[in-house]
């Protein structure tokens, strides 16, 4: 087959390797925003030109004849990339822009559960103009303020995160309301949040090992967001998790998947990708993404044991009922190396070498340019490394040595996956449930 591949970030390297790994991929055809030298090794034909550009995206199709497509970021999906390729006959395993809304509208995906009762809403309103804004924050005690379109990873403020006053977080919410038309305002959880990927062919929904991000740029959970600076999973299950937890949070997916093919009349073919919250008395929703995460499709795809094209076939012919999806059942660590200055003010054009890496360590390329004496970084996320083994305290040496490797102006989050910092959220979910 030839497929292509949209997107160039490390999210979509681990895409590309599962992709070209398949006995059944002759050509890998990549359409890029930049060079990522680790995808263009894997790939036969490699273009750069705008992910959003929707109709440049069918050309490249049209003139090299894929037999499938999938997409790796959001932004290509909300600008309608899957449904110009459908429209020259080329399937996709990835959503159409109005199914993709379960990411790009946060207003969208509220209102959808609340009309079919999907449980995991949290108490929330849709505000168009600032009018009532701050008396119904007010009322909630805590709060959220969620940009209702695409932010890359920063659209929503958490009081005592990001803002610590109620005026404070309406002034974010009439920013909002000025970019994207609307603001959610919705209470805000207490507990720990997970991720839960699924592959959903509109009738069947195939859960991914549950995995926990970190969106903190510091150790210990400290400074602003970031796309990610890693992510861990243990075999099986999470250990501040329920086997309850999980199914609740299957069946919400389950649900909003019915839920989307009865209001716009076609099925979700994709990955739904779910950002759960352990509560108190039981699992809510925080938000839908309609494709891989980034880092978490480093942990899910390290793990993946079905070949992967066999998958996204299985997606776009509905048939996932029919293939028997496996996972192995170790443990994998994530972590980033990132420019100094990231995410705020981040160093770019320095150059970084990858020394000796030991068994067991895979890395991943991002925002680097490979330049004729080596690696430098653009200035966002650089090099994702990923350690895999029977224990989550084997990945997380091994994830840690990946990162030391790498010499340069860089810095990571050593923290991702040590005994100290899942044994603080396991005591933290104790307490909350008594």
Do not use: W
Not at 81 to 109: H, N, W, Y
Not at 230 to 253: M, R
Not at 318 to 339: E, M
Request: glycine share 10%; hydrophobic share 40%.
């Amino acid at each position: 087959m030839k497929i292509l591949l949209v997107g160039n970030g490390a999210r979509e390297h681990i895409m590309a390797e599962k992709l070209a790994q398949s006995p059944k991929c002759e050509e890998l055809l990549v359409f890029a925003s930049s060079m990522n030298p680790g995808i263009e090794t894997l790939s036969r034909i490699y273009h750069v030109g705008d992910l959003n550009d929707a109709k440049a995206v069918r050309a490249f199709a049209e003139q090299n004849k894929p037999d499938f497509a999938v997409i790796g970021p959001e932004a290509p999906i909300a600008a309608g990339v899957v449904d110009e390729l459908e429209e020259a006959g080329i399937p996709c395993a990835s959503p159409t822009r109005k199914l993709g809304q379960l990411e790009s509208s946060k207003s969208f995906t509220r209102a959808l559960l609340e009309k079919y009762h999907v449980p995991g809403n949290p108490y929330f309103r849709i505000f168009k103009s600032e009018n009532g804004l701050a008396e119904y924050a007010q009322s909630l005690g805590q709060f959220v303020v969620k940009a209702d379109g695409l932010h890359g990873g920063k659209g929503v403020l958490v009081q005592g995160d990001h803002f610590e006053t109620v005026e404070e977080g309406v002034e974010a919410a009439k920013k909002f309301i000025e970019s994207d038309g609307s603001v959610v305002i919705e209470e805000k959880f207490v507990g720990q949040e997970f991720s839960l990927m699924s592959f959903v062919d509109g009738e069947s929904v195939v859960d991914m090992p549950p995995i926990q991000d970190h969106k903190r740029a510091f150790v210990g959970d400290k400074g602003p967001n970031t796309g990610g600076m890693g992510s861990y999973n243990y075999p099986l299950n999470l250990p501040f998790l329920t086997k309850q937890d999980l199914k609740d949070a299957h069946e919400i997916t389950v649900r909003t998947a019915a839920a989307l093919q009865q209001e716009l009349g076609r099925p979700y073919k994709g990955v739904m990708y779910g950002g759960f919250i352990a509560v108190k008395n039981g699992v809510r929703l925080i938000e839908y993404n309609a494709r891989l995460g980034d880092p978490e499709a480093m942990n899910a795809l390290s793990l993946l044991e079905t070949d992967f094209v066999d998958v996204c076939k299985a997606i776009i012919d509905c048939t996932l009922d029919r293939l028997n999806i496996r996972f192995s059942d170790q443990a994998t660590v994530c972590k980033y190396v990132v420019p100094e200055g990231y995410p705020t003010n981040p160093r770019k054009g320095d150059k970084i070498e990858i020394g000796e890496l030991p068994g067991g360590v895979k890395f991943y390329l991002a925002s680097v340019d490979q330049r004729t004496d080596g690696l430098y970084m653009l200035g966002s996320r650089a090099v994702a490394f990923v350690g895999m083994a029977d224990t989550i305290e084997e990945a997380e040496t091994l994830a840690q040595k990946g990162v030391e490797s790498v010499s340069g102006p860089i810095f990571y989050r050593e923290d991702i996956g040590t005994a100290e910092l899942i044994q603080a959220r396991v005591y933290m979910m104790k307490k909350l449930r008594g």
